[in-house]
Nanobody
Framework: QVQLVESGGGLVQAGGSLRLSCAAS????????MGWFRQAPGKEREFVAA????????YYADSVKGRFTISRDNAKNTVYLQMNKLKPEDTAVYYC???????????????????WGQGTQVTVSS
C-alpha cells in the first residue's frame, strides 16, 4: 500500500509559477511510475504529466508541454510538478498517482494508476 500526499497548491496570477510536491510512503516508491492529473469543476480528470520509475522518461499533455516539468527524487520518495507560465485554464485540483505495474515507460491512462493522493487546489487568476 502506498499513501500519497500532495502539497504546494495555491492562488497565483496568470504568468506565475507554482511547484507541487507529492510525498509517498512505502519502500517501493522507486519502482513506481508516477503521474500528475487534474480535474477542473464540471470536467473529467485529465492527464497532465508522467515520469518513469527511473526518471529517464517523461510524458506531458499537449496543453502543458513546455510550461510544466515533472521530476522525482527517489531518495526522498517525492515527485514534483514545476508549473511555469500558468494560465487561468490551469485552474483545477491536482492529483498525484502511482502506477505499481513495473513498466519501462510511464502510462498516460488514468485507469492504469493504482494509488491516488487527496489533491491540492491550484487557482490561477487572470
Amino acid at each position: 500500500q502506498v499513501q500519497l500526499v500532495e502539497s504546494g497548491g495555491g492562488l497565483v496570477q496568470a504568468g506565475g509559477s507554482l511547484r507541487l510536491s507529492c510525498a509517498a510512503s512505502g519502500r517501493s516508491f522507486s519502482m513506481y511510475a508516477m503521474g500528475w492529473f487534474r480535474q477542473a469543476p464540471g470536467k473529467e480528470r485529465e492527464f497532465v504529466a508522467a515520469i518513469a520509475w527511473s526518471g529517464r522518461n517523461t510524458y506531458y499533455a499537449d496543453s502543458v508541454k513546455g510550461r510544466f516539468t515533472i521530476s522525482r527524487d527517489n531518495a526522498k520518495n517525492t515527485v514534483y510538478l514545476q508549473m511555469n507560465k500558468l494560465k487561468p485554464e490551469d485552474t483545477a485540483v491536482y492529483y498525484c498517482a502511482a502506477d505499481r505495474t513495473l513498466r519501462a515507460l510511464p502510462d498516460t491512462d488514468i485507469d492504469e494508476y493504482d494509488y491516488w493522493g487527496q489533491g491540492t487546489q491550484v487557482t490561477v487568476s487572470s
